[in-house]
């Protein structure tokens, strides 16, 4: 068995599709076609099927998915096997909310950048639902994300800090539209949002549900800087975490309004799979978020040892 066969399809669930596969791979897409034609050949199974216009793995695909992860990561280590201990090279794959990666990250990311020049960093920004799943199924080494609970026992999980989460509205607003805690209402104003599934927009959607507020619709913004612009244009009002609008909000440019959220506050995570090779680099960066957050004064390295690491959380 050709081992670039496994590689081919790890990248094709990685990328979506044969084409953007092809790719990044730099193949002909007639090629990816014939790789996983003869890979199905050879383990006498059929791996994607065509529904619609997509090519969708099917279940005997995700039943072999966890051995083909484990051989990609015992090949991984063998390549690393001559190397010494302390190196730090090779590619490391992060996944984080663009929140963390815009606001809190940079200072992280410079350090590590600085300890490991030969390590390539690769960097995506899906929402936490979606960071669980990749670190589950192999495509990123390190997630670090809000917590969302329903690891299974699959994966290493350590909390990182707390932030509190604000609701922000324009200076223009009327005092009556200011008016989230008062139950029973019909408010002509828009929730702006970057991710109808981010951990944050959903406690918030579930707050105004037991409320019985309705708002005027949703609108869905490309990223955090633009949500932040519309509000202080009085287009809708979001829910953020407060690191993201600190600036704004001292500046005078949006306000904070008041709502009755028992728990306002969502906790970071770092996770990874629990058969993963904690390599040099994946070691080096999870320091650098505890030296972070014990910076922060939220939690000691006691407690990250002793407390905050679980596995198989809910």
């Given at each position: ?14 990328t979506g599709s044969f084409q953007k596969a092809a790719e990044r791979l730099n193949y002909a897409q007639s090629t990816i076609t014939l790789q996983m034609q003869l890979l ?153 949002t970057m991710d109808k599934n981010s951990l944050y927009h959903r406690q918030f959607e579930e707050y105004l549900r037991k409320s019985d507020i309705t708002l005027n619709g949703e609108m869905e913004l490309v990223s955090t800087e633009a949500i ?87």
């Open positions: 068995m050709e081992l670039k066969y496994l590689t081919t399809f790890k990248t094709i669930l990685e199905e050949q050879e383990l006498s199974v059929k791996l994607f099927e065509k529904i619609g216009r997509r090519m969708e793995l099917t279940q005997a695909g995700e039943g072999l998915l966890p051995y083909i992860d484990a051989v990609l990561e015992a090949v991984r280590q063998m390549e690393n096997y001559g190397q010494c201990g302390h190196l730090l090279a090779g590619t490391l794959r992060i996944a984080m909310p663009e929140t963390l990666l815009s606001y809190q990250m940079h200072q992280v990311l410079s350090e590590f950048r600085k300890l490991a020049p030969d390590v390539k960093l690769s960097l995506r920004t899906p929402n936490c639902y979606e960071i669980r799943e990749q670190i589950i199924s192999g495509i990123v080494d390190l997630g670090v994300h809000y917590d969302i609970g329903g690891y299974g026992a699959s994966l290493v999980v350590e909390k990182l800090r707390d932030y509190q989460l604000v609701l922000a509205g324009s200076m223009e607003l009327k005092q009556e539209a200011c008016d989230f805690i008062t139950k029973g209402q019909r408010k002509d104003i828009c929730l702006l932040k612009r519309s509000v202080a244009g009085n287009l809708g009002v979001a829910y953020l975490p407060r690191f993201t609008v600190e600036e704004e909000l001292r500046c005078g440019l949006i306000r904070e309004l008041p709502v009755s959220i028992e728990n306002n506050r969502i906790t970071t995570v770092c996770t990874y799979h629990k058969n993963k090779w904690v390599t040099p680099a994946i070691d080096l960066f999870i320091s650098l978020l505890r030296e972070q957050a014990a910076a922060d004064g939220v939690s000691s390295s006691e407690e990250a040892s002793d407390k905050n690491l679980y596995k198989g959380a809910e």
